[in-house]
C-alpha cells in the first residue's frame, strides 16, 4: 500500500493480523505462525549503537500469536494478512 507521494504506508497498526516466520526447535528449522498486534513499541526502539550494545534489542511489535504465545518483531519481520 502506497500513500500520495508513492511512499510505502505503514499497513500494520494494533489489532491488524500478521503472519510470521519464527524458529521452532520441535521442528528443527522454522514455521510460519498468525497472530494479532496487541502493542506497538515505536516510541521505545532505540538505535543499538546509542546504547553499546547489540544483545537485546527492543523490537516493535508485541504479538500474541494464534497458538497462545507471545513475541516481539519488528517491521521487516511481518506481513500483513487479511
Sequence with gaps: MTDK????????????????????????GSVTCTGVVIEDYE????????????WAPVQRWAIALDDGRLIFANDEDLAATD
Design 5 to 28: 507521494s508513492g511512499k510505502s504506508k505503514d499497513v500494520i497498526a494494533v489489532g491488524s493480523c500478521v503472519r510470521i516466520t519464527v524458529s521452532d526447535s520441535d521442528a528443527g
Design 43 to 54: 516510541d521505545m526502539v532505540i538505535d543499538r549503537g546509542s546504547v553499546g550494545r547489540d
